[in-house]
């Protein structure tokens, strides 16, 4: 059986020579663990081994997990600055009437596709004297059946964005189609960075407009070859 160690290795090793392959840093790509798929065992594994940017795709999962970790840290055996050192991200679908549960747990929401749910966002976070970070998700695909703002609608909706004063919008997510066919997959990086590229020209995205958040198990080496910032791997982590 595959340890977890080794398949971080393999990770890492794929993450670096495509790194080396487009002439970037390999601190220039940070990795998320999806904690989905694993028993807390694992995840807690994972921590130990230095990763402590961790994703959740669900709500109830999100809160759920935070908690169990944090109570595994906390048991007093000098595990409290990991536990410091530990951030969440909600990379998953965010609805509405569930922000409130979301804004004191996550440092970065990846999934915001519409100007109802910034707002939302916003207005809770004011309400919490919280300023969230925010990732605006970009449907690069053009799949009916994905959440994401259109490419062509993105400009103006990180525009509107802008305004939100308890809202900090730091670049962009999107989701590759699950195919074997790498020219699809890396037309939808290639879009979702160029699209990154032009927003980060503009005046009313700052200068923390800087993360583009794309790749996962299946697709994650060309992600990094296009220009991924961030990585949200979990099956090839916890599934080998």
Not at 27 to 50: F, H, M, P, W, Y
Not at 82 to 99: C, D
Not at 180 to 209: N, Q, S
Request: some cysteine.
């Amino acid at each position: 059986m595959v340890k977890i160690s080794e398949r971080l290795k393999r990770i890492e090793d794929t993450v670096a020579s495509a790194c080396a392959r487009s002439g970037r840093e390999r601190c220039d790509v940070k990795l998320i663990v999806v904690t989905k798929s694993a028993n807390i065992d694992a995840i807690e594994e994972v921590i130990r081994q230095g990763y402590t940017e961790l994703g959740e795709n669900r709500v109830q999962q999100l809160k759920r997990v935070s908690v169990q970790i944090a109570g595994i840290l906390q048991d007093g055996n000098g595990n409290s600055e990991l536990l410091k050192k530990l951030r969440w991200h909600m990379i998953g679908h965010l609805q509405r009437n569930k922000v409130r549960q979301v804004l004191p747990i996550a440092s970065l929401i990846h999934s915001v596709d519409t100007l109802r749910l910034a707002e939302e966002i916003n207005n809770a976070a004011s309400k919490l004297n919280l300023f969230p970070k925010v990732l605006l998700q970009v449907n690069t695909s053009n799949e009916p059946q994905k959440y994401g703002v259109p490419v062509g609608a993105a400009t103006h909706l990180a525009e509107q964005m802008d305004t939100l004063s308890h809202l900090k919008l730091v670049g962009l997510m999107t989701m590759a189609p699950l195919t074997r066919d790498k020219d699809v997959v890396r037309t939808c990086f290639v879009r979702a960075a160029e699209l990154f590229d032009e927003m980060r020209g503009e005046k009313f995205v700052g200068p923390h407009f800087t993360e583009l958040s794309m790749g996962m198990s299946s697709d994650y080496e060309i992600a990094v070859e296009e220009g991924a910032t961030i990585l949200r791997i979990g099956s090839a982590i916890f599934a080998g």
